[in-house]
């Protein structure tokens, strides 16, 4: 950390943080790579027309990915808002300017799976209707076969929404390309909100018409959002521009840092599972030294190729409940976030990416130094 960094937190009295939780946006997400900063420093120094700077970007992010179009947006969130509208206003000169101001006469319900109506630190349907739609759940909490998805469908319907994600429910869920296939035979296209997901092209090839990423999470851009799909429903998404799109507009900083990561992303080779279960294993043994505390590798509950270090406390032993224990390391200096979805059920889990070797091992002695 050089010293003009250090000088941000003091100026602002902020604590430094160990960020062991992955992409949350609640601790900025990411930090990315010299040469998408340098794309950002570029954009910020220089004039574009920016429409074409909107085409031209996403011909080439397209053409990487072997899509038809693709555009950067501010974040996912706008991604979904903006599909979503996309959907509905097409390219509706009258739809486009009054969205918000009365219902149309075309169909706005958007059909998701119930169990991928979830809070990703906003809920999904809030962004629905952000984009003029209404959200319709298809199955139950814990099912969506093709037939319960099909079932929701009526002549209101817009677009069928599938979450992709690890927020969501796993179990009995039809996957990508049968929610595809229910889809197309009803006439419907289909957006994918694949935003932590690693594989820019995999739910595309999948049969999804519109598939959206967020820019600083596995990409590890700038803040920002990716949507790719067929032409003439990225052409509607890039029209939002115009409409709802105005009050998520993305920078020429943000995308070009963004064309930039999506660049480097696609040919650097990237931290395998191994590598993370390597740079734990000397954490993971300090941890089971420690009376009552438990610690082995966890491989990623959506399938992605990422390992995470699971801490089992034993709240008998250590007469402190897990809440307690994440609640004091967060409110530490430095700050030390963990993955607590688990945490009542007394288990945590620690996220390698975004730390190195050193933090690894001031987590382990500022959970040591609790007891
Ligand atoms: C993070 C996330 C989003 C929102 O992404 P932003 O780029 O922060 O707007 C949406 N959906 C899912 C499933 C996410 O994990």
């Not at 990411?30 to 954009?43: H, K, L, W």
């Not at 006469?105 to 962004?127: C, L, Q, R, W, Y």
């Not at 406390?313 to 409110?331: A, C, P, S, Y």
């Amino acid at each position: 950390m050089s010293s003009n960094n250090q000088s941000v937190y003091q100026k602002y009295n902020l604590k430094t943080v160990i960020n062991t939780s992955g992409r949350m946006t609640i601790l900025g997400v990411s930090t990315p790579r010299e040469d998408v900063v340098e794309a950002v420093n570029f954009g910020l120094n220089h004039y574009f027309e920016v429409k074409d700077l909107v085409n031209k970007t996403g011909r080439y992010i397209a053409d990487l990915l072997g899509v038809e179009d693709a555009v950067v947006v501010s974040c996912a969130s706008a991604g979904i808002a903006q599909s979503v509208a996309a959907m509905i206003v097409q390219d509706n000169a009258y739809r486009l300017d009054n969205l918000h101001a009365h219902a149309h006469d075309v169909p706005s319900e958007i059909v998701v799976p119930k169990g991928h109506n979830v809070n990703f630190g906003a809920p999904v349907g809030t962004m629905v209707q952000l984009g003029g739609g209404c959200v319709r759940e298809a199955g139950y909490a814990n099912e969506c076969s093709p037939a319960q998805l099909a079932a929701a469908i009526t002549p209101k319907t817009a677009a069928i929404l599938y979450v992709k994600s690890h927020h969501c429910v796993q179990k009995s869920m039809l996957n990508v390309a049968q929610a595809a296939e229910v889809a197309h035979a009803h006439n419907l296209p289909l957006i994918v909100d694949a935003a932590a997901e690693e594989d820019l092209q995999c739910y595309y090839n999948m049969g999804a018409d519109l598939v959206i990423y967020s820019g600083a999470k596995a990409i590890e851009g700038p803040t920002s959002g990716l949507v790719i799909g067929r032409k003439k429903y990225v052409e509607w998404v890039k029209l939002q521009a115009n409409g709802i799109g105005r009050a998520m507009k993305v920078g020429k900083e943000g995308i070009l840092g963004l064309t930039q990561a999506i660049a480097s992303y696609m040919t650097l080779e990237k931290e395998s599972g191994q590598q993370m279960v390597d740079k734990m294993t000397a954490f993971i043994d300090n941890l089971n030294t420690l009376d009552g505390v438990s610690a082995k590798v966890v491989w990623d509950s959506a399938g992605r190729d990422i390992a995470r270090t699971e801490i089992t406390f034993d709240h008998q032993k250590l007469g402190i409940t897990t809440e307690h224990i994440v609640e004091r390391l967060k409110n530490g200096d430095p700050a030390i976030y963990f993955r607590g979805y688990k945490a009542n059920e007394g288990k945590i889990e620690v996220d390698v990416r975004s730390v190195d070797a050193a933090q690894l091992h001031t987590v382990y002695e500022c959970i040591k130094a609790l007891f």
